[in-house]
């Protein structure tokens, strides 16, 4: 049965379709144009995926307990919610950060509780659920790092006796990009879920679910999981991985300003606050912190913009046009397809 089932979903998944000509496809010639527009989408992220470092992630082959660097980032996330809480009173646009720490606490959170699932895909070769995975954990580092270096500042007194870490926000940061990846993450989780899940049930009846991007979406017993869910999995992993692409902030930098963050908060506790070694090193992270705000503050609308046209180029690319044999010429309008 012709309907646009197909159009909408390649619509959701960032694709333009002119539907006026895709109405026109027979329902086997429809699954093909989405089949082929999907892989060649997949190949563009993939693509990008391979020029980042994602290595420390990937150790960890989808549980986050094995991760390096997870108790550090709820450690840091920690701090950041006490700072953002400590703040309220005087300045509430602390709230709304707040608000982004427990977001990111909630991915996380999601990542433990399902890391049964993911672990099992993971290992198992399923190509969309090891970049799902991956994504997410990069999205809450970058989220996090954004965090540290555009809304705090270390301030110390004019006799170098104390130092207190206060909200500083660098104004337009929650508009920040990978701010938005981590809220679209906390709302789509349901969908990851179910995904997840899916997958699983396909997994232990021995069905292969990981061949291609048109296996996943119309064999496993499984349009619902795939016209439903599939969108927001590549929606989020092509926001991300492009976002980290686009950015040219390796997630070593993130990572190492989060370390600096831990290890002094921890110093001030263990040693006192006041301590001049403290303030001393302390005064260390602040130089480093307005550098990476300088360079994350003038490169944030940078990115976004040029995520947007690298995105447009490449759906361009994966165009159809009335000469492919998959259209019917009498009765196409422009030529175009996607």
């Keep these: 049965m012709i309907n646009s089932t197909y159009a909408n979903f390649l619509t959701e998944c960032g694709l333009e379709v002119n539907k006026s000509d895709f109405i026109y496809l027979n329902e086997a010639n429809q699954i093909q144009v989405s089949d082929d527009a999907l892989t060649g989408m997949m190949k563009f992220i993939t693509d990008k995926y391979n020029s980042i470092d994602f290595s420390e992630i990937e150790k960890s082959a989808g549980d986050i307990t094995r991760f390096k660097y997870t108790r550090m980032l709820t450690d840091n996330l920690d701090t950041l919610f006490n700072i953002y809480m400590n703040s309220v009173s005087t300045d509430s646009g602390a709230q709304k950060y707040a608000e982004i720490v427990d977001k990111c606490r909630g991915v996380l959170q999601f990542l433990q509780s399902e890391r049964m699932l993911f672990s099992t895909l993971y290992k198992a070769g399923n190509g969309i659920v090891q970049l799902l995975y991956t994504s997410l954990v990069s999205g809450i580092i970058y989220c996090t790092g954004i965090l540290v270096s555009n809304t705090i500042r270390f301030v110390t007194s004019e006799r170098d006796a104390d130092c207190e870490v206060l909200f500083d926000e660098i104004p337009g940061t929650i508009r920040h990009c990978h701010i938005k990846n981590i809220e679209y993450a906390y709302k789509s989780l349901s969908d990851f879920d179910k995904y997840l899940n899916e997958c699983y049930k396909a997994y232990t009846k021995k069905q292969n679910v990981s061949e291609s991007i048109g296996t996943v979406l119309f064999a496993v017993g499984g349009v619902v999981v795939g016209i439903a869910m ?3 999995i590549i929606t989020l992993i092509r926001e ?18 989060q370390q600096e963050l831990l290890k002094t908060n921890i110093e001030s506790l263990e040693m006192g606050r006041g301590n001049k070694k403290v303030i001393a090193r302390q005064k260390k992270i602040v130089s480093v912190l307005e550098k990476l705000k300088n360079r994350f503050a003038m490169k944030a609308d940078m990115t976004d913009n040029l995520k947007r046209a690298q995105m447009k180029k490449e759906n361009e690319i994966l165009r159809i046009d009335k000469n492919s044999p998959l259209m019917n010429p009498e009765n196409s309008t422009s030529g175009i397809l996607l």
Excluded: F, G, H, V
């Design 240 to 257: 991300i991985i492009y976002s980290i692409y686009c950015s040219r902030t390796k997630i070593s930098e993130m990572l190492a300003i």
């Design 230 to 232: 599939i969108p927001k």
